[in-house]
Nanobody, 124 residues
Framework: QVQLVESGGGLVQAGGSLRLSCAAS????????MGWFRQTPGNEREFVAG????????YYADSVKGRFTISRDNAKNTVYLQMNSLKPEDTANYYC?????????????????WGQGTQVTVSS
């Protein structure tokens, strides 16, 4: 079992930056691939970024490529999402997820554990 707690959300102006953190506890963090997803009311949860267990491979949605960076610190059991050049359309509840595999993935169904989410609001 893995418990995930996100932090770092908030209100920011368009063009600004935020860094989300996801602290994990439970099974060895370094054996899990991790991902970030986001969801707005009335819409399905969508993939944002993923990272392999080693951290060597990263994956991004086209909508955030070049603006967001996912990283992890296995010594701290934490995964991060650095978000730069934020746009109003990035406004969403952001969720951290863990996958019982060393390989990253883009589909919601491929992740086994989820955090409660942290709200990001980007004003225009």
């Amino acid at each position: 079992q893995v418990q995930l707690v996100e932090s770092g959300g908030g209100l920011v102006q368009a063009g600004g930056s935020l860094r989300l953190s996801c602290a994990a506890s439970g099974r060895p963090f370094s054996s899990y691939a991790m991902g970030w997803f986001r969801q707005t009311p009335g819409n399905e949860r969508e993939f944002v970024a993923g990272i392999s267990a080693s951290g060597l491979n990263t994956y991004y949605a086209d909508s955030v490529k070049g603006r967001f960076t996912i990283s992890r610190d296995n010594a701290k059991n934490t995964v991060y999402l650095q978000m730069n050049s934020l746009k109003p359309e990035d406004t969403a509840n952001y969720y951290c997820a863990a996958r019982r595999s060393r390989l990253g993935a883009r589909g919601m169904a491929e992740y086994d554990y989820w955090g409660q989410g942290t709200q990001v609001t980007v004003s225009s």
